[in-house]
């Protein structure tokens, strides 16, 4: 198979696509190829941008004929070398972003894939409707690439996966054939559920044009910036609150206070809201129909995880700037810590009862490796997921961790694996985690993933390499 199209393909390609939908101009092609953090710079011959399922399908048909690799991209803010072409055609779907329809009786809408996470976000709120997907990206991450690597974020805990906020989706298959299943129907028992194989399948499956997304009732939120002085205290008030607030907990973030003390250093007009000697800090989301009945809940929530012991001091948001407050030091954490040092990062998951344990195992195989090591552990420890990373001082005086990357690397996975964790919580596998995977997970899982792939794809043709090699 070429990855560099054949001449053949080009005058076609040029004219199904219509002037405004390809360029060959060297400064966009080296854009599309250079990811959101540029650290590494990849390469396509070719940048292709549909405006209509029927374009991209007939796209689609001819990079099958002419045996023509695709790598699909959104917004380019994946975290795993998936959607950063390494010679493949360049398909960016930011064009396609229409709201096509939108029911707030059956709670759902229907919007393409090149649309902005914001622009999904704002169009359920016209509605008197919440969709509440929400992360850092979002106002670049398009609803493809966020299906695509079935992205997470603060309110899964809550409201689940972008794989669960799905109804439907529209998708051009590897051979240009389009599936329509854009179905707004809960219950649809007819088989295998293909919406489930495209989500996260980071483009290797089809092209994805449009979905259907579930719709909530709108909620207010009370927001707390809580003092807790061990793991093991934070999983445990984790289940006080989800106890005391009938399961609203939107979010539940796990904030070490080196972190705290980071982003205050780093970026002006911050402030610690509550300084204690205390390791952790945890900041809490629960949602109601109104902001009196969230403050309600969650002041007794954390009432009750004070008497149990596990609260050292807290805080409740007083306004939304308040609550912003809260949530801009848990944002800036990862800029912050890039400010700070190299650090070494995985976004890995564990089941949440074992958080502290492997947190304190996990530290301690590291440290065998690299005693000077550091550590800045976040994240949203609700759904058992942590951002960890291993950090060095810019001023240390004798760098350390670049050399020691892979040992250290492999001391997170196996501690992760041996903890029945995932390598990978939300970011996906990409180029960057595929061969790992390959070591780490389950023969069998491995060969049925690439039977998939050989079945949908024989050709090879869709965003080869990534995930799983075949
Ligand atoms: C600051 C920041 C914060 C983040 N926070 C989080 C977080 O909290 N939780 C989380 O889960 N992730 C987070 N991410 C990563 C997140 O996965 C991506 O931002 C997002 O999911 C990718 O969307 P995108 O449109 O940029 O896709 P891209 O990066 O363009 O592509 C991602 C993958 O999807 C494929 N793809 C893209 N569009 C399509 C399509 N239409 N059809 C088929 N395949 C497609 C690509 O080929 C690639 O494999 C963060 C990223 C950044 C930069």
């Known amino acids: ?17 219509g002037p405004k939908g390809w360029s060959e101009d060297p400064e966009k092609l ?6 959101w953090r540029g650290t590494f710079q990849g390469a396509t011959p070719f940048l292709a941008r549909p405006a209509a399922t029927e374009e991209a399908a007939a796209l689609v048909k001819l990079c099958a004929a ?42 759902s809408m229907v919007i393409e894939a090149g649309a902005t996470l914001v622009a999904a976000q704002d169009t359920a709120d016209a ?7 929400s992360l850092g990206s979002q106002g670049t991450a398009t609803l493809g690439g966020l299906i695509s690597t079935n992205a997470g974020g603060v309110a899964v805990l809550r409201y689940g996966m972008m794989r669960d906020l799905i109804l439907g989706l529209e998708v051009v298959l590897p051979s240009g054939e389009i599936w329509d299943g854009l179905s707004g129907l809960r219950k649809n028992n007819t088989g295998y559920d293909l919406k489930h194989l495209f989500a996260g399948a980071e483009g290797t499956l089809g092209l994805i044009t449009a979905a259907t997304f579930k719709l909530f009732p709108k909620v207010q939120r009370a927001t707390g910036w ?17 106890d005391h607030t009938g399961d609203s907990v939107t979010s539940f973030e796990i904030i070490p206070a080196n972190a705290v003390a980071m982003v205050t250093a780093d970026i002006p007009g911050t402030r610690d809201p509550l300084p204690a000697n205390a390791d952790w800090r945890v900041l809490v989301e629960v949602s109601q129909p109104t902001a009196a009945q969230a403050g309600l809940l969650l002041q007794n929530a954390l009432e009750a995880g004070a008497e149990a012991g596990l609260v050292q001091d807290a805080v409740l948001a007083a306004s939304d700037a308040h609550a912003k407050a809260f949530w801009t030091i848990r944002e800036s954490i990862p800029l912050s810590k890039r400010a700070y040092g190299t650090a070494l990062n995985q976004d890995i998951s564990v089941p949440v009862s074992r958080i ?27 759904d058992g997921n942590l951002h960890y990373s291993v950090v060095e001082p810019a001023d240390a005086p004798a760098p350390f961790l670049k ?22 919580a939300e970011h996906g596998v990409g180029r960057l985690k595929r061969d790992e995977l390959a070591r780490l997970r389950p023969a069998a899982a491995t060969e049925t993933m690439r039977a998939i792939k050989r079945a949908l794809d024989p050709l090879g043709i869709m965003n080869p390499g990534r995930v799983v090699s075949v």
């Open 30 to 35: 080296n854009a599309a190829a250079t990811p």
């Open 1 to 17: 198979m070429t990855t560099l199209p054949p001449p053949a393909f080009h005058a076609p390609a040029k004219d199904l696509l």
């Open 403 to 424: 050399a020691q990357e892979a040992a250290v690397t492999r001391t997170v996975f196996d501690t992760v694996m041996a903890f029945g964790g995932s390598i990978s």
């Open 226 to 242: 809580v003092v807790v002085a061990s793991a093991a205290d934070v999983v445990k008030l984790l289940a006080v609150v989800r």
């Open 356 to 382: 502290p344990d492997f947190i304190a195992a996990c530290n301690a195989a590291v440290r065998g490796v690299v005693p000077q090591a550091d550590f800045v552990i976040f994240g949203h420890v609700g």
């Open 66 to 107: 002419h045996r023509v690799a695709i790598t699909p991209q959104g917004g380019n803010t994946g975290l795993v070398d998936g959607g950063t072409p390494h010679g493949e055609v360049c398909v960016s779907m930011t064009r396609m972003n229409a709201v096509r329809e939108v029911d707030p009786f059956n709670n």
């Open 127 to 133: 509605a008197n409707r919440l969709f509440p997907l």
